[in-house]
């Protein structure tokens, strides 16, 4: 009872989005003067609700290919309904989309909507953003590698690693990561620590994330006992997430949503997470990240992935970055929150249907 009382409290406490002490360290190790001037230029236009930013964003979430090789029914790839072309990013469009933005990003996210290993150019973008003092980060369900990919992993300077395992058991865990092998993701995970620990290295940090769904949540103890016998860095419950675009939320909620940990909120349309309350205004991801698709669409936020729903082209860019981070929709998205037009050219946009944020 003690770890589930555990797992409660964070479930309730610690947003999905975050994880503090490693983002401190990372503007820490990855900052520059620059870097820490424009934060705090961003910073303090949150918090004066601007609408017009002179800061660039300093989180990059880059996608480096929206397929994946696992079919989750949770997930608008998983469920082929992205309402984007699937598409490889390629190291060349890579480095347009970053090198403008790594003199102000501490963080790259290189994962959003697929399986960022089946993109094989993905350790060269992380040597690239490793080499231009900006941090790397990856998610991976870990199941469809080799041995030559585990050593590429340790070779290329990847500082953390997130490995998405929710279950002890293979009937357990099939039941959502569908085609998925939890003895490979084991393996795999058991292999590159080993290898890791054996060169000396500390990184990549490895997070074992475990989300919490109603045909896991008995198998709860049994991951910390194995993530202790594994030796992953973390083991951390995280709650379920419910596609942006889903309709029929309350059938969706019921299917999934665990019974033993609190914190389910009365909603069958709105609510993104359970266990998050409604995070105060403005939304950070307007002032704080740039989310990059493979196909070089800009989304307001990693949650949303339709391309209607773009803010803007990368791949189209004719103007500055900066521009970009003030085109009227970016303006009209942070007016939502400001109280007033968008500069004047106010235009409808996804975020005006978003709950997560206080308006």
Known sequence: MKLVARAQKLLRKIPQYTRNQRHFWSVLQHGTPRKWMNLARAESARKRRSVELDSYPYLLIIDPCNYCNLRCPLCPTGLNDLGRPQSMLSFEHFKKYFDPLAPYVFEAYLH????????????????????????????????????????????????????????TSQETYGQYRIRGDLGRVVENMSTLLERRNRRGKKTPVVEWQYV??????????????????????????????????????????????????????????????????????????????????????????????????DFADLSQLNGSLLDLWNNAKYRSARSIFAGRGGGGSYQPTVCDECDIFQK
């Open 212 to 309: 919490v769904m109603k045909q896991n949540e008995h198998e709860v103890p049994e991951a910390e006992k194995m993530a202790k016998r594994l030796g992953v860095d973390l083991l951390r419950f995280i709650p379920v997430g419910m596609p942006f675009e889903f309709k029929n939320r309350r059938e969706v909620a019921d299917q999934w949503y665990p019974s033993t940990y609190e914190g389910r909120v009365a909603s069958d349309h709105q609510e993104q997470q359970y266990g998050q309350r409604g995070k105060p205004g403005p939304c950070f991801y307007l002032y704080r990240s740039m989310v990059v698709n493979p196909d070089g669409g800009v989304s307001p936020c990693c949650v949303v992935y339709r391309k209607n729903r």
């Open 112 to 167: 959003n909507w697929g399986e960022s290993l089946l993109n094989k150019d993905v350790y060269r973008m992380v040597e690239h953003a490793q080499r231009n003092n900006v941090g790397t980060n990856l998610s991976s369900n870990f199941v469809d590698l080799d041995s030559d990919d585990i050593d590429k992993l340790l070779d290329c300077g990847l500082e953390y690693l997130i490995v998405s395992l929710d279950g």
